[in-house]
């Protein structure tokens, strides 16, 4: 099966099933930053929501000077502010992305990358400033913030040039994108996450503390999940080298189990951080991972 066309990141198809979803900040709804188009927080923006009584140092301007006249009592207007959020892309483009088993719809790099591209375009849609993160045992791209006629193709073009290789540092890369991010914004973070699970829990409490929205993407192929082989195999390990050659039949419930356990403890960290956490494997159809995520997470906020 042939991978994934670069000018299909982003198919009609998925955009169809994606297009009436916003990418709404949890923080927004608990009142910690603002959301996408329209935050929770009241001040001088463009929607009027209430009065309120004037206190010493309100703008003069906001009075309701009719209202005083009828009731003898100075108020100033209240607005809903709407304001643009701050989306952050990290995409690990380790060696392990590039697997790619045989009944997968492409590897798990491109997998994450049209993943990517939705969240993109959601963000460009809304008019959120939009950065992307690309990383291996180093950042192989970054992109500061911003809101560009273009931004979404840059994204776009970036994503499809880049070829999975090397180890990923995962601390190093978490570290910079949150200078990027600032004190708040939403983080969507892609990858196997093999190597990461002992370092997870911690960043994704410490993106919480400092009132920063996030989702764990965890992307991974049907083979990482069920071992399925019945032949003597050499499996090589993609980032460090290490060779094992063996019979899957034999270790294969061994493997099973703590693979699950593995998937369990990335889920809790998450659960535990009220970090959203979304497991995918690259044979899944990606419309309907999407749509039922993008559905759910529209519900609970």
Known sequence: MPDVPLNELLSPALLSRIADYSLLSRLAVDGYMSGLHRSTAKGYGSEFVQYRGYSSGDDLKYIDWKLFARRGKLYTKVFQEE????????????????????????????YAAMVAACFAYLA????????????????????????REGQLRRVMEQLSRVTPAGVANHDAALTLVEEYLGRRGLLVWLSDFHGADASLARHV????????????????????????????????????????????????ADYQQRMQAFMAAIRQDCLDNNTDYLLTATDANLADVLGAYLHRREALL
């Not at 950065?131 to 913030?145: E, K, P």
């Not at 992307?219 to 290490?242: A, C, K, M, Q, Y």
């Open 83 to 110: 304001t643009t959020m701050r989306c952050a892309l990290l995409i690990d483009a380790s060696a392990s992305m590039a697997y790619r088993g045989k009944d997968a719809v492409c590897s798990k790099y491109r």
């Open 124 to 147: 460009q849609r809304q008019g959120d400033q939009l950065g992307l993160f690309i990383y291996a045992d180093d950042m192989l791209y970054a992109t500061a913030r911003g809101q």
């Open 205 to 252: 409490r410490r993106l919480r503390a400092a009132h920063r929205d996030c989702l764990v993407c965890q992307v991974l192929d049907r083979d990482e999940i069920d071992l399925p082989f019945t032949d003597t195999l050499r499996f090589v390990d993609s980032e460090n080298g290490d060779e094992i050659t063996t019979a899957p039949g034999e270790v294969c």
